[in-house]
């Protein structure tokens, strides 16, 4: 079984990584001995803009308000897509 963990910065993934054993580099992880250590950078995901939800929304009209969909989806931000 492999463990996976997800650490708030590379900084800090570094260090379990060196705790738990996971010795092998890869591009945004680090693994071994049953691990896989990676990190997140910033926020990863957002609201929906109103518009990705209901296109008539694209434009503001006061006719429009409120904007009040059932769920407000969340989107994956694109600096931490990868």
Known sequence: ???VVV???PSVA???AQVV???TR???WLHGNGY???WAIGHLVGLAQ???INPDWKAWRAE???MLPDQWPLVVLEPTKE
């Open 1 to 3: 079984m492999t463990v």
């Open 7 to 9: 650490a708030e910065k």
């Open 14 to 16: 570094r260090d379990i």
């Open 21 to 23: 054993g996971a010795k």
């Open 26 to 28: 890869a591009s945004g």
């Open 36 to 38: 896989v250590v990676t």
């Open 50 to 52: 109103p518009h990705e």
């Open 64 to 66: 429009s308000l409120p």
